[in-house]
T-cell receptor
Framework: GENVEQHPSTLSVQEGDSAVIKCTYSDSASNYFPWYKQELGKGPQLIIDIRSNVGEKKDQRIAVTLNKTAKHFSLHITETQPEDSAVYFCAARRGTSYGKLTFGQGTILTVHP | GAVVSQHPSWVICKSGTSVKIECRSLDFQATTMFWYRQFPKQSLMLMATSNEGSKATYEQGVEKDKFLINHASLTLSTLTVTSAHPEDSSFYIC??????????FGPGTRLLVL
């Protein structure tokens, strides 16, 4: 089955800096890669996703890049703010109707004012 | 983005009782819904996949008689924890997938079994 590795497990940055979280996956048939932000006591919130027919996607301060050959994808957050502090999860899934998301282990991002 | 709601947001019950958690997709139809369990400081653990009008598919190690799932309509799925015990205390999160196969999560339900 699919295996997703996420690094780093914790990331501490100063406000205004950039943050990068990386994930690798094992199943070459995976073609959908979402990122979720989870704040304490809440459910995961989809912040951006990418499908395998594109290499990069941006939404304001957030971007995701995908390298299918190397089987890794990354989340980039620019101009970080304290409210970006949360746990971030990457995931991967095959494109079948009954495909399940396989999650990474999560990254605790702390943005210091 | 699409909204998924869960009710209740938290519940405390006595050991041996059953608890039902509702999950609704508010502004889209979800042919597939998922139920996850999350322990503190851990990733999400998939419990079961639920397709509208059919029986749920449970992950290995998840007792289907313990965690009853019903997906009666394209906008509603329920999880019933039967004869709950303290070890069932956890954060339960539902998720719904829309027709574009994008998956959205609910806010979660915190269950405490005394």
């Amino acid at each position: 089955g699919e295996n997703v590795e996420q690094h780093p497990s914790t990331l501490s940055v100063q406000e205004g800096d950039s943050a990068v979280i990386k994930c690798t996956y094992s199943d070459s048939a995976s073609n959908y890669f979402p990122w979720y932000k989870q704040e304490l006591g809440k459910g995961p919130q989809l912040i951006i996703d990418i499908r395998s027919n594109v290499g990069e996607k941006k939404d304001q301060r957030i971007a995701v890049t995908l390298n299918k050959t190397a089987k890794h994808f990354s989340l980039h957050i620019t101009e970080t703010q304290p409210e970006d502090s949360a746990v971030y999860f990457c995931a991967a899934r095959r494109g079948t109707s009954y495909g399940k998301l396989t999650f990474g282990q999560g990254t605790i991002l702390t943005v210091h004012p | 983005g699409a909204v998924v709601s869960q009710h209740p947001s938290w519940v405390i019950c006595k050991s041996g009782t059953s608890v039902k958690i509702e999950c609704r997709s508010l502004d889209f139809q979800a042919t597939t819904m998922f139920w996850y369990r999350q322990f503190p400081k851990q990733s999400l653990m998939l419990m079961a996949t639920s397709n509208e009008g059919s029986k749920a598919t449970y992950e290995q190690g998840v007792e289907k008689d313990k965690f009853l799932i019903n997906h009666a309509s394209l906008t509603l799925s329920t999880l019933t924890v039967t004869s709950a015990h303290p070890e069932d205390s956890s954060f339960y999160i539902c998720s719904a997938r829309d027709r574009a196969e994008t998956q959205y999560f609910g806010p979660g339900t915190r269950l405490l079994v005394l």
